[in-house]
DNA sequence: CCTCTAATGTGAGATATCTCCTAGTTACAT
DNA sequence: ATGTAACTAGGAGATATCTCACATTAGAGG
């Protein structure tokens, strides 16, 4: 992981009215590399973080020791951000998918200045709304797709530079179907060439695969 | 629909810090019957509600002119929330599920004292950060089930005095699956007498269906 | 470099669910 | 009171998905 001063970075100024430069001068810009932890399950968090480019995947380690991915990120979402507003006590892992760039304010900076600014209030409230409404969207139309349509939306959200190469036992459990189902399913698109193998992952046609969810989309 | 002021209506204090007298003062209780709307889509919002009783379904109106559910409001949910931190522009309509009581605090109010004071703003972005949390739970350990016992758990969450009386056609797009295999489902649970047919709705096992939700959940 | 574990990959039979259809009943509007 | 639309109910065939099993490969740890 590379640190930065924002300063020294020379960061696009961003547009919330929140961040003065004052706490910008105390905050960082951090890169990491993929496969690289944000952050770790039960540990401390220390900053809140502005994802400014690049992927990541936020998983949960169950009481059996098994990992189960919890969601995604992409590049405008906050990482921490419940963990400050308290709705949720205990992190988890994060980890990079590819490169990824994240603003990154200390937590005590955090608790001195914005917690209690309504500015920032208000956005981090209507930032979780948002995402609350995105997700039981997702979700409800999800639940009546196929899983081929759910798989072709995952790859393009999951690869970096046109290429996935996750843990499918883990992406099985992700999606709610069984790891045979998917397989059959990845070979199903293979077959149509939506996506090509490629080592242990697959390079994927993201157009083409746009094309099948809009496809399915006209089904409902 | 019944309106009292709060002091006429002798409410038991709510535990919220930022609700001073003088905005309880100025709030009502507001009890709706069965199948009374409490939000009109479209309309503008006049209040911000707490739910202390009863239940509730928040419907959306689609273009075509179908009605589909979105979710159930419980006791202790709030309606209006997301309208209020501006996640959302339009209301969609709540309609009451037998009885229903609310504390409503009028939007002007709302914005007046409300908008910009840190307690209030800290409060409904756990609150929504919650909800979030939850729904994804709930949505990613439904779509490994199959359809009896989700259907199971929307029985409990629904009825009213043991009976429940939804509308199938919407019931079928709310949990995803199609009519058919809804009715089909019903004629399973009816007939392994977790349900009984009672006019043109069910009377419900409560204690049964929650032993199958739970055989459910330990299959996976 | 070797060994072991976890991930990948596939076959085959069973089941949950879908699609298409028809018939009967109820509630709402005129 | 009547007619119509929407809801309820179920049959039958097809398909998406699950379950159980086994074989191969790759990566991690010693």
Request: charged share 20%; net charge positive; proline share 2%.
């Amino acid at each position: 992981m590379k640190k930065m001063n924002v300063q020294e970075a020379q960061l696009t100024p961003l547009t919330y009215p929140f961040l003065s430069s004052s706490i910008l001068a105390r905050s960082y810009l951090f890169i990491y590399e993929k496969n690289e932890y944000v952050i770790r399950t039960g540990t401390q968090l220390d900053f809140l973080f502005f994802v400014l480019a690049g992927k990541a995947r936020i998983i949960n380690t169950e009481a059996n020791g098994k990992n189960v991915i919890l969601q995604f990120i992409q590049a405008e979402d906050l990482i921490g951000d419940l963990y400050v507003v308290n709705a949720e006590k205990h992190t988890k892992d994060v980890v990079a998918i590819g490169q990824l760039h994240c603003l990154a304010i200390p937590l005590p900076i955090v608790k001195q200045h914005l917690i209690n600014d309504p500015l920032f209030l208000t956005f981090i409230s209507t930032y979780i709304g948002q995402k609350l409404l995105k997700r039981m969207e997702h979700f409800s139309l999800a639940q009546t797709f196929e899983l081929k349509y759910r798989l072709a939306e995952l790859l393009i959200t999951v690869a970096v530079d046109g290429y996935y190469s996750e843990n499918n036992t883990q992406i099985a459990d992700y999606l709610g179907t069984s790891y045979r189902h998917l397989m059959h399913t990845f070979k199903k698109l293979r077959e149509q060439n939506y996506i090509k193998k490629q080592g242990r992952g697959y390079m994927i046609d993201e157009a083409k695969l746009i094309q099948l969810i809009t496809a399915g989309s006209k089904l409902s």
